[in-house]
């Protein structure tokens, strides 16, 4: 048994473990997210990060999800890391560069009276558009407004890769989609070889959306920051939305912003919930 040091975030819903590997720790993170995470049996989270040294940016975050599965970007996940290694002063500038397994992200704070990160901007970089790439089994230099059929029933969907893949599905009213139902059989379609987020959008205005997620590998979540993104993205590129978006989530707000040739700028907060000691039973 190991009593590991952890501290517990929440970014737009998102909740996160984060624990220090800077030295080392031995373990198997796969296992460590799946027993982590267990809202009964653990301490309770959508997800895992871990802090590593890295040879190509100031900091290497490792992310792992509820059901010990690694992502490869998390970006509700990523503020809340930031603000993480900000605080415990780990790297203490407010311009930090993160390694990820999805490219190394730019991160620019803004920090409160007490030296606390505040506002945490994202470089989340450019959207992936071609099909093959995202991955999707339809070839497309892009995935737009395709169909997919579930239970009798077609939907009109979406995807783009952002650091992981996702979908995207706008609806006229949220409430009156089954979230779970339909964003589990998406996520596991033949469709998606690598599986897929699954995002339910509703359109408010030309700048401003509710959206609902199921998120490949935690199941649904009360908010995504890299589903956030995709749905701005898709948004802007169907004409259906402007290139500066406050999205709603079920756990908060975020605001997504596109630059040149849809570079994403996510913006928002994090938050520290708690520290303390997991035993873990190796």
Not at 19 to 30: E, I, P, S
């Amino acid at each position: 048994m190991k009593a590991l040091k952890f501290d517990k975030y929440v970014a737009a819903g998102n909740d996160f473990v984060i624990f220090d590997g800077r030295k080392d720790l031995g373990l198997n993170y796969n296992d460590l997210a799946f027993k982590v995470c267990n809202r009964h049996f653990g301490i309770g989270s959508d997800g895992i990060m871990v802090c590593e040294n890295s040879d190509v940016a100031d900091i290497k975050m490792m992310y792992f999800n509820s059901d010990g599965s690694q992502g490869e970007m998390c970006g509700n996940g990523i503020r809340s890391f930031a603000k993480y290694i900000y605080d415990n002063g780990i790297v203490k500038k407010k311009a930090i560069s993160i390694e990820t397994l999805a490219g190394i992200k730019y991160i620019e704070l803004e920090t409160d009276e007490f030296d606390k990160a505040s506002k945490i901007k994202v470089n989340m970089g450019k959207p992936v558009f071609e099909g093959a790439k995202i991955p999707v089994n339809i070839h497309k230099e892009r995935v737009l407004e395709e169909t997919i059929r579930i239970d009798n029933k077609d939907y009109i969907f979406s995807a783009v890769l952002v650091g992981v893949p996702h979908v995207v599905i706008f609806i006229e009213n949220i409430e009156d989609v089954d979230v779970n139902g339909l964003g589990k059989k998406i996520e596991n379609h033949e469709l998606f070889p690598n599986k897929t987020n699954v995002n339910f959008v509703e359109i408010l205005g030309r700048n401003k959306i509710n959206i609902y997620t199921w998120e490949r590998g935690a199941g649904r979540t009360l908010g995504c920051g890299t589903g956030s993104c995709a749905s701005v993205v898709i948004g802007n590129v169907l004409s259906r939305l402007d290139n500066k978006v406050l999205v709603n989530t079920e756990g908060g707000n975020l605001e997504v912003h596109l630059i040149d040739d849809y570079e994403i700028i996510m913006i928002g907060e994090a938050f520290h919930i708690a520290s303390g000691e997991y035993f873990y039973h190796c």
